[in-house]
């Protein structure tokens, strides 16, 4: 078992900037793979990027180059810094793990999931 807790969101300007926080406890081996996936009212939800044990990083192309996430595996934190912040940027925004190399930017992969932060870009 894994517990996940956000931190870090808000409400800022389109164009400012915010950086999540997730904390993971329990197992170990199911944190190989960190993810940030989000959705907006009325819509699916996405993934945003992911990170595997060795720092490979993949990323959705709506946020490339304005996102960079990064993982902290002695404490097993993950982080989603999002930069030049865009309206539909808005969302729940959701950390997630699993265990195991492959760490793909597809939800249905995760086991684990946090309750959410909320995002809220104003334009």
């Known amino acids: 078992q894994v517990q996940l807790v956000e931190s870090g969101g808000g409400s800022v300007q389109a164009g400012g900037s915010l950086r999540l926080s997730c904390a993971a406890s329990?197992?170990?081996?199911?944190?190989?793979?960190m993810g940030w996936f989000r959705q907006a009212p009325g819509k699916e939800r996405e993934a945003v990027a992911t990170?595997?044990?060795?720092?490979?990083?993949e990323y959705a192309d709506s946020v490339k180059g304005r996102f960079t996430i990064s993982k902290d595996s002695a404490k097993r934190n993950s982080y989603l810094q999002m930069n030049r912040l865009k309206p539909e940027d808005t969302a729940m925004y959701y950390c997630a793990t699993k265990g195991g190399d492959w760490c793909p930017l597809y939800d249905g992969l995760f086991n684990y999931w946090g309750q959410g932060t909320q995002v809220t870009v104003s334009s």
């Open positions: 329990g197992s170990a081996y199911s944190t190989d793979c």
């Open positions: 990170i595997d044990n060795y720092g490979n990083a």
